[in-house]
Each structure stands twice: as structure tokens, then as C-alpha cells.
């Protein structure tokens, strides 16, 4: 099996998993049941770490449809940053 990448022109691009050589031009969109085209990628010849091919694909998909917002992370979620001695001789307030 292979992983075909489309792309619909109102969702963006969609993953088809079909057997190698099977491909059709034309996908079906799931979303809106129109024509999605196809999209030649390179091939995916490693499949590398999970987490790495996560971040892989996130980049990807990033840069043809970024994730939006409607507010900053809440307070309590961020990380924290490292605590750096030299911030405790700073002059305060
Ligand atoms: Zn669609």
C-alpha cells in the first residue's frame, strides 16, 4: 500500500491509501465529496521515528494550511522557562 496525496481545492490536500500503481487522476474530497487532483510528492522511503515523522508532516501541512488561532494559550498551559541565575541580580522595581 502507498499513501497518494490530493489536493481539493476547497479543503486542501487529503491522503488516499491505494496499493502501489493504482492511483486515479482524481480523488473523491471526503469532506465535500468533490474532485481533489493529485498531488506528486516525493516518496516517503524512510518512515524515521514516530514523533519525527509527526513533526515532518506538521511542518508540511503548516505551510500550505498554518493552524489559526482565536486566543493566546491560556497562562497555565506554557511551558516554563529555564530559570537563569543571573535574573535574580538583576536591580528590581
Ligand atoms: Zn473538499
Do not use: K, Q
Amino acid at each position: 500500500m502507498a499513501v497518494y496525496v490530493y489536493r481539493c481545492a476547497e479543503h486542501g490536500v487529503l491522503d488516499v491509501v491505494a496499493p502501489i500503481g493504482t492511483a486515479p487522476a482524481t480523488a473523491s474530497c471526503p469532506r465535500c465529496a468533490g474532485t481533489a487532483t493529485r498531488v506528486f510528492t516525493a516518496p516517503r522511503l524512510s518512515l524515521g521515528s514516530a514523533p519525527a515523522r509527526a513533526l515532518l508532516d506538521r511542518t508540511e501541512r503548516s505551510a500550505d494550511s498554518p493552524d489559526v488561532v482565536t486566543r493566546p494559550p491560556s497562562p497555565g498551559r506554557a511551558p516554563a522557562a529555564p530559570r537563569n541565575p543571573a535574573l535574580a541580580r538583576l536591580p528590581r522595581p
